[in-house]
């Protein structure tokens, strides 16, 4: 039987060398649905080695997901909601909103539940009639509440009042920045014309 010419390697090196393929063979796999961003940065101009690498940075960085953790999850209307990690299998993470649905989800859409103070969130106010934008002051994990600063003001609200912007959804000024705009110089030039025509008025 004709041996291979293993140079200059010992045994225990080239095991190593075999175990080290069947690690990137296994960060392949989990690269797999990041394929299509892959390309688009090939086509950007980005070497697809560099970006491959970059992404196998990202992912080890990511904070781990486990049973019992709070977290943030996608809901259907683009916002990110507090939720509860049920279980973890395999990807896919079972969790249960705050408000009471429960869903199972890609782990890496989840992000850890962690305020920190001066971070910007949304609250539901029901005396209010909707969502309003605040700042964090504090998490009281015992009673599983945020305290929070609006419009100047402290507000205490449970979990299930709390949501935070996903990255993916752009927010109201960014989508309607033109619209708005073109309000505002007719607003001005509204009030322009409002006053001449009062001064016109009056010099009468």
């Known amino acids: 039987m004709n041996r291979l010419d293993t140079g200059h390697l010992s045994e225990d090196e080239l095991q190593g060398v075999l175990s080290r393929a069947q690690a990137l063979t296994t960060e392949d796999h989990e690269l797999a649905p990041f394929e299509a961003f892959v390309q688009a940065a090939q086509e950007a101009g980005i070497p697809r080695d560099a970006v491959v690498q970059a992404l196998r940075e990202r992912l080890a960085s990511r904070p781990e997901i486990t049973s019992g953790q709070l977290v943030y999850a996608p809901s259907t209307d683009g916002w990110l909601y507090v939720a509860r990690v049920q279980r973890i299998q395999g990807d896919i993470a079972h969790i249960q909103f705050v408000s009471g649905a429960e869903v199972a989800l890609p782990a890496h859409q989840l992000q850890p539940f962690a305020p920190l103070p001066n971070q910007k969130v949304d609250v ?40 935070i912007r996903s990255k993916d959804k752009p927010n109201f000024w960014e989508t309607h920045r033109g619209l708005i705009t073109q309000v505002a110089i007719a607003a001005v030039g509204f009030g322009a014309t409002f006053g001449f025509v009062i001064a016109r008025v009056i010099s009468r």
């Open 124 to 163: 539901h106010m029901p005396s209010y009639g909707g969502w309003y934008g605040a700042n964090v002051l504090n998490f009281n994990p015992q009673i599983q509440s945020l305290s929070v600063n609006m419009w100047g003001s402290t507000s205490t609200v449970t979990l299930d009042c709390v949501r």
